[in-house]
């Protein structure tokens, strides 16, 4: 059973690589194709406008319930790898840049919540450890890029899509050869239209998923404008030189030891206190950043990036854990799906909003409003509590 989550925590990390490889070379790709400097948030919001449409066909089909998840995760990972290295092609420009972006959100569908329910049919007990691994590979994974475009930049940019996309094939590949279907997996679902919406009857699939649904609205944007925060330090600062590249990749990939924390601690204390604890944090970090995003202090500015890119994280393995452990047997897989389908619709918003207020608000001040996210998932927790306790009250004899 270790070795099953050893290759699934491997297979994620390689496939989810595909992630942020645009925006890991996205100031390449403006320079070579003329575009705006912002155009990384629309690079962004294509992979997430796929990774939504994908999930939600997957929802309504039931993919990951009516067929065996190894190998919905082999084909996604290869469907996802060509699509990446579409943009090499010489004649690529901004429309079949966000095509091909869109695709591999597209196929990532395939990959990301298909993990987890390939995890879940493995580990019922100890989950919350499971998918803190899982979601540490994801963070590890979409940080990745970054450390592959510094770690080349005296080459071009096309090396770090060739590799990223040899790793998502690796990790398909993985998966369908070494991961079985899991013991606890009810096979040969049939096509109901109606499964995705089942679990939100249930007060505590509401109370998980809409926790995580306020936590999606900060953590993509954070990422995605993690270089930018750091860009302008380097442009307000005289004589400031910080490694972008590298520095992102340590602040976002510096998250994957929060979910194997948050996962471990999820064994000795109640994992919903947990999630709640770092949601609170990571809101609190959204209200703080307008002043220690203006530091003239370079340490003390990575301390507070760091520190928020754990906090921003942590709670993502825990609410995934409550929403598999709330949903419905027989259509768990569908259910993680469109949870994810949801959150991943909200980071769109978010990041085109944030992307809008820059001008009004400016570059220090505009975090302001991924703060929203956590209030209102933690209200969230409050409101559907109340209903939470009366029925369980009402079950005891």
Not at 129 to 151: M, N, W, Y
């Amino acid at each position: 059973m270790r070795r099953v989550l050893q290759v699934i925590v491997l297979a994620q990390f390689c496939c989810t690589s595909l992630w942020f490889a645009g925006n890991a070379v996205a100031p390449d790709i403006a320079r070579q194709f003329r575009l705006a400097e912002d155009f990384v948030a629309n690079l962004t919001s294509a992979v997430q406008l796929g990774f939504i449409s994908g999930t939600l066909a997957f929802a309504v089909l039931a993919i990951a319930d009516r067929f065996s998840p190894s190998r919905v995760f082999l084909v996604s990972a290869l469907l996802a790898a060509l699509c990446n290295l579409g943009v090499l092609m010489a004649a690529t420009g901004p429309v079949h840049l966000l095509a091909l972006r869109f695709l591999t959100g597209f196929f990532l569908a395939g990959i990301y919540p298909v993990g987890m329910k390939i995890a879940s049919d493995y580990y019922q007990a100890g989950l919350g450890k499971s998918l803190g691994f899982l979601v540490g590979a994801l963070v590890l994974g979409t940080a990745f890029p970054h450390l592959l475009r510094s770690a080349t930049t005296a080459l071009p940019w096309h090396y770090v899509l060739v590799a990223t996309s040899a790793l998502a094939t690796l990790g398909g590949v993985a998966m369908a050869v070494l991961v079985p279907d899991g013991p606890h997996r009810r096979a040969g679902q049939r096509l109901r239209f109606t499964a995705m919406l089942e679990g939100f009857r249930v007060p505590r699939f509401r109370a998980a998923a809409f926790g995580y649904f306020g936590h999606m609205w900060e953590l993509y944007t954070f990422w995605a404008f993690v270089p930018a925060m750091l860009s302008t330090y380097n442009r307000t600062h005289l004589g400031a030189e910080l490694p972008v590249p590298l520095l992102s990749f340590l602040i976002i990939g510096g998250g994957a030891l929060a979910c194997m924390g948050s996962g471990l601690l999820s064994q000795v204390v109640p994992g919903r206190k947990v999630a709640l604890g770092a949601l609170a944090l990571s809101g609190l970090c959204c209200v703080a950043s307008p002043l220690l995003l203006r530091v003239s202090h370079p340490p003390l500015l990575f301390a507070f990036l760091f520190f928020w890119g754990l906090v921003v994280v942590a709670d993502s393995p825990l609410f995934s854990t409550l929403v598999a452990q709330s949903a419905p047997e027989a259509t768990r897989g569908t259910a993680l799906t469109i949870v994810n389908c949801l959150g991943f619709a909200i980071t769109v918003v978010s990041i085109q909003v944030a992307s809008g207020l820059v001008d009004y608000l400016g570059p220090h001040n505009v975090y302001l409003v991924l703060a929203l996210g956590p209030a209102a998932g933690l209200l969230a927790q409050v409101a559907n509590q109340r209903q939470i306790v009366p029925q369980t009250a009402a079950a005891k004899p």
